[in-house]
């Protein structure tokens, strides 16, 4: 089927304007996620994870404890009390009608103490999988530490979902 200009520039901005709507839902997320920590409401941030996560992951609440033992007072961003966002990459996949959208994004916070890089993978929409929908992993890791935990690293390659903060930011307290 041969499709006309105005045919394929009308798909062309649907699927914008869809993209778009999970592009919001990613920042929304980011949102959420700093307002669960500020709070230090486990159950709030235990319900942004995945089905999967929290099916698969038993001390993924010890893990958010953990993390929120590491944030010395309230987390906010640099950019007039909202983070500073970096999309770092998107993944697709569509076959026939079904979709799959994979964000995982950088925000640069602060506490009293510390910047950190807040790192998340979020999957908003999985038509394949849907128990992979919502948080998969959250990586929590000062700013001045960004080489030492390259997200490519040995260390973190290890930690596929829950909530990664490196072991020597809780063990010393």
């Known amino acids: 089927m041969i499709m006309r200009t105005e045919d394929l520039m009308l798909e062309k ?3 914008v304007i869809g993209n778009r709507k ?3 839902a990613n920042i929304e997320m980011a949102d959420k996620i700093i307002d669960c920590i500020n709070a230090k409401d486990i159950d709030c941030l235990y ?3 995945s089905d999967e996560v929290k099916n698969s992951d038993v001390d993924l609440k010890e893990q958010i404890k953990i993390l929120f033992g590491v944030v010395e007072g309230e987390i906010k961003g640099r950019k007039k009390n909202s983070s500073e966002y970096f999309w770092k990459s998107a993944d697709q996949r ?3 009608d079904k979709i799959s959208l994979k964000f995982d994004t950088t925000y640069i916070v602060d506490d009293k103490k ?13 038509d394949f999988k849907y128990e992979e929908e919502g948080i998969r992993r959250i990586r ?3 700013d001045k530490d ?3 935990y390259y997200l ?5 390659d290890s930690i596929d979902m829950g909530v990664y903060v490196p072991a020597e930011y809780y063990q010393d307290k």
């Open 22 to 24: 999970y592009e919001v």
């Open 146 to 148: 960004r080489k030492k």
């Open 47 to 49: 319900e942004l994870f």
């Open 13 to 15: 901005t649907l699927n």
């Open 152 to 156: 490519r690293s040995p260390d973190s």
């Open 114 to 126: 510390y910047s950190f890089l807040l790192e998340y993978i979020f999957i908003p929409k999985n």
């Open 140 to 142: 929590f890791i000062r």
């Open 94 to 96: 569509i076959k026939y």
